[in-house]
């Protein structure tokens, strides 16, 4: 699986944004999207995650309420949209798949840089 990441750029505290990342490469049917963020100096966590097939979501127990995980099975691209921003959302951010039976984040992104600032 190939995965791209994009959307990242400079917003101020407050504001909403949305990230993409288009997925190729194998059938995603029975894979979990993710995305993760890291912080710097802070170790990479995750965000937030997709079951392609169902559409079961999960996240952070910080992040629930503001951010958004969803999926577009036609286009193979899945989307973290982020409201009321905070500078402390300030991140490269990633996004990852596996297979559904697999612990271990197989397939990386590049990953996209979000910058918030007060």
């Known amino acids: 699986v190939q995965l791209q990441a994009s959307g990242g750029g400079l917003v101020q505290a407050g504001d909403s944004l949305r990230l993409s990342c288009a997925a190729s490469g194998r059938t995603l049917s029975n894979y979990v999207m993710g995305w993760f963020r890291q912080a710097p100096g802070k170790e990479r966590e995750l965000v937030g995650t997709i079951l392609w097939s169902g559409g079961l979501t999960y996240y952070a127990d910080s992040l629930r309420g503001r951010f958004t995980v969803s999926r577009d099975k036609a286009k193979n691209l899945v989307y973290l949209q982020m409201n009321s921003l905070k500078p402390e959302d300030t991140a490269v951010y990633y996004c990852?798949?596996?297979?559904?039976?697999?612990?271990?984040?197989?397939?990386w992104g590049q990953g996209t840089l979000v910058t918030v600032s007060s």
């Open positions: 990852a798949a596996k297979w559904r039976g697999n612990a271990q984040w197989s397939y």
